[in-house]
């Protein structure tokens, strides 16, 4: 079992920045990826960043591209999302979220992130 604790997000203008952060304890050298998405209100949970857990590469959505950064990996617990440059269109829930398998298979309880035009 992976366990995952969530904290930053909140309120922030347009153009602003914050980061979140995931601390995971439990069987952690089982995970080989970790990640985060987000649910905005009336829309369906979206990816959002992903990084490898050995450390190095990641991905994100073109949604977010220059403007997030995932960063950690199991020697630099916990996981971090800098977000930058925030947009309204940013505002959901953000949910970190585990993969040992082929599948995300452990999540957050979820940030509030609203950004005010």
């Known amino acids: 079992q992976v366990q995952l604790v969530q904290s930053g997000g909140g309120l922030v203008q347009a153009g602003g920045s914050l980061r979140l952060s995931c601390a995971a304890s439990?069987?952690?050298?089982?995970?080989?990826?970790m990640g985060w998405f987000r649910q905005a209100p009336g829309k369906e949970r979206e990816f959002v960043a992903a990084i490898s857990w050995s450390g190095g590469s990641t991905t994100y959505a073109d949604s977010v591209k220059g403007r997030f950064t995932i960063s950690g990996d199991n020697a630099k617990n916990p996981m971090y999302l800098q977000m930058n440059s925030l947009k309204p269109e940013d505002t959901a829930v953000y949910y970190c979220?585990?993969?040992?398998?082929?599948?995300?298979?452990?999540w957050g309880q979820g940030t509030q992130v609203t950004v005010s035009s």
């Open positions: 439990g069987r952690t050298s089982r995970i080989y990826t």
């Open positions: 979220t585990a993969k040992l398998t082929s599948s995300y298979d452990f």
